[in-house]
């Protein structure tokens, strides 16, 4: 079974910055590409931002140059640095990752999410 517990959340002001992280534990033998999600209240689900096993990284419109993805693999961890918030960044931010274990194939795993507010 694998894990992924994300935190860094919280309460920030316009302009701010938050750093959320993502650590993945379990009988893990790999990871594959990483994401960031989030949801605001009566929206879809949407991708924040990506980044693959090697490193290749994919950003939503409304938040490049802004926000910067990255990952250490020998810790089974993600990193989303997010900077110049804007109060339509306000979210649920949900972890997300491919991950293949000692005993199951590539599959897509989920954390609880952190909530993200920005206040104007």
């Known amino acids: 079974q694998v894990q992924l517990v994300e935190s860094g959340g919280g309460l920030v002001q316009a302009g701010g910055s938050l750093r959320l992280s993502c650590a993945a534990s379990?009988?893990?033998?790999?990871?594959?590409?990483m994401g960031w999600y989030r949801q605001a209240p009566g929206k879809q689900r949407e991708l924040v931002a990506a980044i693959t096993s090697g490193g290749r990284r994919n950003y939503a419109d409304s938040v490049k140059g802004r926000f910067t993805i990255s990952r250490d693999n020998a810790k089974n961890t993600k990193y989303l640095q997010m900077n110049s918030l804007k109060p339509e960044d306000t979210a649920v931010y949900y972890c997300?990752?491919?991950?293949?274990?000692?005993?199951?194939?590539?599959?897509?795993?989920w954390g609880p999410g952190t909530q993200v507010t920005v206040s104007s």
């Open positions: 379990g009988n893990i033998l790999s990871i594959n590409a």
């Open positions: 997300n990752a491919e991950v293949v274990t000692t005993t199951r194939g590539p599959y897509d795993y």
